[in-house]
Nanobody, 126 residues
């Protein structure tokens, strides 16, 4: 199970930090991702991080503003969101992907992820 929290209402330019706690036996075996879905839009990758934390991937729209990180000891992944914009408004999901091998790159597509959290709403007002 994945439990995301930290969403809320914030003014443009503000910051939020999302957290996702995982109830899995070996959290460090999973790549983790944050996705978002706005009304009438497809779910899209925001950021992903490898099982070790050594590799990350960001959507172009959030580069330089968002930072993904993880704490394997706490089985938690984070998304620090700064300089928020109204277009960042969406339901944010965390997801887990069990790679076939340790060298497998982080997934960037929805279908690559096996487990999903329930989502946390982020609303950015202008």
């Amino acid at each position: 199970q994945l439990q995301a929290c930290g969403g809320g209402l914030v003014q443009a330019g503000g910051s939020l930090r999302l957290s996702c706690a995982a109830s899995v036996r070996t959290f460090s075996n999973y790549h983790m991702g944050w996705f978002r879905q706005a009304p009438r839009k497809e779910r899209e990758l925001v950021a992903a991080i490898s099982w070790s934390g050594d590799s990350t991937h960001y959507a172009d729209s959030v580069k330089g503003r968002f930072t993904i990180s993880r704490d394997n000891a706490k089985a938690t992944v984070y998304l620090q969101m700064n300089s928020l914009r109204p277009e960042d408004t969406a339901l944010y999901y965390c997801a887990a992907d069990r790679p076939i091998s340790t060298g497998q790159p982080v997934g960037v597509h929805v279908y690559e992820y096996d487990y999903w959290g329930q989502g946390t709403q982020v609303t950015v007002s202008s």
